[in-house]
């Protein structure tokens, strides 16, 4: 078998230590190619890999399922989160490939397909379980449109599931959230049928949040753990110590996100009744948002009925700056420029907040939780609800992938390369931790360190955190998918003078593959596969659906100047990505007992399947499943470094290993179970398919 890109074990000196300014240095990567910027070139290549099975980086083969065929959260968590999952989910639409794109739906499917319906329970059999702590949130029955907090096939939370879930409302920004996410999945596919399957089941969804809107001011009044990163909002505390329901930002922002992408979904299916209903609901709610900001111009967390606001900076009561809703915001671009600006200037200019690069949930404390109501300490609680740990004043993953996405619309490349270079040092040390403690510094980890049940000899992979490598590439051109056309913002720092993007973008059945000849922020000249085409808005390259080839080159040249920055971090060198000159030929010889009747096995189901039609998915997951087995073999003999934020010891090493073995097995179990499948309800094609793999598995005594 032949590998055409593996991992070196060192870089050019040059490559390493380079100014970065004043220099025309090339770069050749796995994904991407450039001039100027070595190192953000390189962050940009390294991102990349994290969605291809590689040696050098975590990988999202690490978080797949094979009994369900689904991701799931990993790191000691077996279900899908939409909180821990929404900004990798939505970041990585654009540009992420087959078998994983089916993948990725499968994993919201768990949503989808355990919907609120008024009648069913979380888990349908959860009558008959014993008085355990899974029962009473299995038990719920949510109502009609309403998803959750985390699902499995067959079973879902639908509140959230930590805390005093008696006084919790319905899961509403998750819910909003989760119709985000199949928005861009199906405006990126422009799949009919896929469309007509599940904007039913959006529609219920953003019904179930239509009734939570006040007509007085169109605001949405809700109740505690409604948000996002739930439980952080507490309501509103009543004078007899209950807690009742107030604004919440969060929820009108993720909302009005999902709307903008709902009219695009009607006007693609030609839906003009539906277009207009949702242009409505988009206005009154856009319109409504004025109310949510404070005299700074940046948005507050909630507000009470009685007119008092949570979440303004110098404040005696409530007086924090909200993270999450304000990224939210300029991210999913639901406010304009000027609203933008503000935010991120309010951001900017309190430290607090950014105390290790990473954007804290909230700072400081929030005095306003139901746990701890007038103490921004957490402290008579301990554990998970101290500052700075978990919701209140931690760093999420998920969270700082939407932060990146923000910092790239405004230009603000020093604060994408310092967060996005902190994120890699934890990825090479194999420490992605959900969450990350201590305010982002993570010297101690209540989840995953010693002593902890969660803890694997140092060793955490979660879906989180790859929401950053996903925001790093996704910003590059903040891709926007409209009904016909897909609107590019080149978002380059002004170090990479040139850059060719090697993985193609998905925009329906086109792929298209972008360079930019980077002069600044103004679009100067488009061209489609060397023909130039009309350059309708200086922001941005607008490409036209009907107008792309199936395979389009698209160059964008732009101008302008782009304000000079100088990226002062040290890059993580070891291990490193880069591509190889020349092949390697693979024997079974070069995997551990365990894998290698498996690799014989996957290998001859490649050689069939190229002779076969209608294979495509199996041939794309037996590609990923082979690039798994090399992974593993290079990740043993490699060079490590000695680690960047915790040490690199042999049990880590050696635990690590383990984890690229058991990746490997996973896909190969993956692909059985579909074969299984296949021999009991398949078509012809399919059984025959099925036939092949047992024959081979049979030569191979597995």
Sequence with gaps: MKYSGVILFFMLISMITCPCRGQNLNYNGKYCKGEGDIKFLRLIDESFAFFHPNPAVPNISMLYE???????????????????????????????????????QRSWDMFWNNQGDGKRMGRPSSKELPATDSGPLMSLIAPDGSLGDAARPGEIIYKQG????????????????????????LLTNRNQKAIAHYLPMMERACNFIEKA??????????????????????GVRQPDGTFGKGYLAGLSITYLAALDRMVELYKLIGN????????????????????????????????????????????????????VANADAVALRVVDDKTAQNIYKQIADFPEIRPFDFLLTNAPGLDDTYWSWGNTTGKEMGGIHEYGCWVNGGVWGTVEGRSILMYY?????????RSSVRAMKWAKDFRMDDHLT???????????????????????????????????????????????????????????TQFTQKEPV???????????QNGGPSVKSISINGKLVKVESRDAAVLKYKELPVNAQVKIITEGGWEKEMFTAAYPVIPALIAEKGTRIFS??????????????????????????????????????????????YRKIMKLAPGYFRSNTILKQETILKLYTNTAFAMYKGFKKRMEDFLQQGDLRQKRMASYFFKAQKQNAL
Aim: contains cysteine; glycine residues 8%; hydrophobic residues 35%.
């Design 506 to 516: 998905r925009f329906g059945d086109k792929k298209i593959y972008i360079s930019c």
């Design 409 to 417: 619309r405004l230009g603000k490349f020093d604060d994408i390369y």
């Design 66 to 104: 094979p009994d369900w065929n689904t991701l799931v959260e990993s790191g000691g968590w077996d279900a899908w989160w939409i909180q821990n999952s929404y900004g990798f989910s939505y970041s990585v639409s654009p540009f992420l490939q087959e078998p994983w794109v089916s993948i990725l």
């Design 438 to 496: 201590q305010r982002g510094e993570n010297s101690y980890n209540l989840w995953y360190d010693k002593g902890s049940e969660r803890h694997n000899n140092g060793v955490t992979v979660t879906v989180d955190n790859f929401a950053i490598p996903a925001a790093t590439i996704r910003g590059l051109f903040d891709y926007e998918y409209k009904s016909d056309r897909l609107i590019l913002r080149p978002h380059l720092p002004g170090s990479i």
């Design 213 to 234: 809107r006040d007509s007085k001011n169109n605001l949405f009044l809700v109740g505690p753990a409604c948000n996002l990163l739930a439980p952080s909002y507490g």
């Design 588 to 633: 079974s010889a070069d995997w551990p007992d365990s894998l290698q009747k498996p690799f014989k096995v996957l290998s001859s189901m490649k050689k069939y399947l190229a002779r076969d039609t209608g294979t495509e998915y199996e041939q794309a997951y037996i590609t990923s499943a082979l690039e798994s087995f090399e992974a593993c073999h």
């Design 272 to 323: 003009k009744e539906m277009a207009a209903l949702y242009e409505h609901r988009q206005s009154i709610t856009r319109q409504s948002l004025p109310q949510l900001l404070t005299s700074a111009g940046y948005f507050i967390k909630s507000l009470e009925p009685s007119g008092i606001k949570h979440g303004v900076i110098g404040q005696q009561q409530y007086g924090y700056l909200e993270g």
């Design 162 to 185: 930590d805390g005093n879930i008696k006084i919790h409302d319905w899961f509403y920004e998750a819910t909003a959230a989760g119709v985000v996410v199949q928005s861009e999945i």
